[in-house]
Antibody
Framework: QVQLVQSGAELKKPGASVKVSCKAS????????MHWVRQAPGQGLEWMGI????????SYAQKLQGRVTMTRDTSTSTVYMELSSLTSEDTAFYYC?????????????WGQGTLVTVSS | DIQLTQSPSTLSASVGDRVTITCRAS??????LAWYQQKPGKAPKLLIY???SLESGVPSRFSGSGSGTEFTLTISSLQPDDFATYYC????????FGQGTKVEIK
């Protein structure tokens, strides 16, 4: 069965960076896009970007361009999302999510979420 | 960027009610729209993809319709497990979400 297991909660100071991991299992890692979506407490969903594990090509939401970097390690079937220059507005749950079918943008499988708190 | 506007923001309903949520796109997205259900403390769950296709395992009381700029999610007979927040997502151009519709108990 498809599983996406994310790393644990993080507490960061303003200006720092955070790197969240998402380990995939139960399917062929390179055959599906992986997305990152975040959700501030009590707020809606925000699509952050996408990585194609087959080749590592990425596309990011314009709002986050220059601050977000998504990478992958095919040897461990893990994708990473790094966000830099953190502010309190980056406090949120961060989710990885796999495309439902192949290279699609509808999100059929989600990780459990990682809470990133930015506070001095 | 394509904007999605959901209405209403909050909906009060009773078990057994027929419920309809609307999602409007700022420009045509063909049928590239998905619907998700989210419960507190949980990740979203895909219900509908490509505007009207029911995801495997999702009860048939959920249905989606529409194309172009106007879409609806309908729950034919609201069940206790359906009280949650619902989001639409367009993926004609990347993947923006609507602001959400909370379905609460009347």
């Amino acid at each position: 069965q498809v599983q996406l297991v994310q790393s644990g909660a993080e507490l960061k100071k303003p200006g720092a960076s955070v790197k969240v991991s998402c380990k995939a299992s139960g399917y062929t890692f390179t055959n599906y896009y992986m997305h990152w979506v975040r959700q501030a407490p009590g707020q809606g969903l925000e699509w952050m970007g996408i990585i194609n594990p087959n080749g590592g090509i990425t596309s990011y939401a314009q709002k986050l361009q220059g601050r977000v970097t998504m990478t992958r390690d095919t040897s461990t079937s893990t994708v990473y999302m790094e966000l830099s220059s953190l502010t309190s507005e980056d406090t949120a749950f961060y989710y990885c999510a796999r495309g439902r079918s192949g290279y699609t943008y509808d999100l059929g499988y989600w990780g459990q979420g990682t809470l990133v708190t930015v506070s001095s | 960027d394509i904007q999605l506007t959901q209405s209403p923001s909050t909906l009060s309903a009773s078990v057994g009610d027929r419920v309809t949520i609307t999602c409007r796109a700022s420009q045509s997205i063909s049928s590239w729209l998905a619907w998700y259900q989210q419960k507190p403390g949980k990740a979203p769950k895909l219900l509908i993809y490509k505007a009207s296709s029911l995801e495997s395992g999702v009860p048939s009381r959920f249905s989606g319709s529409g194309s172009g700029t106007e879409f609806t999610l309908t729950i034919s007979s609201l069940q206790p497990d359906d009280f949650a927040t619902y989001y639409c997502q367009q993926y004609n151009t990347i993947g923006t979400f609507g602001q959400g519709t909370k379905v609460e108990i009347k």
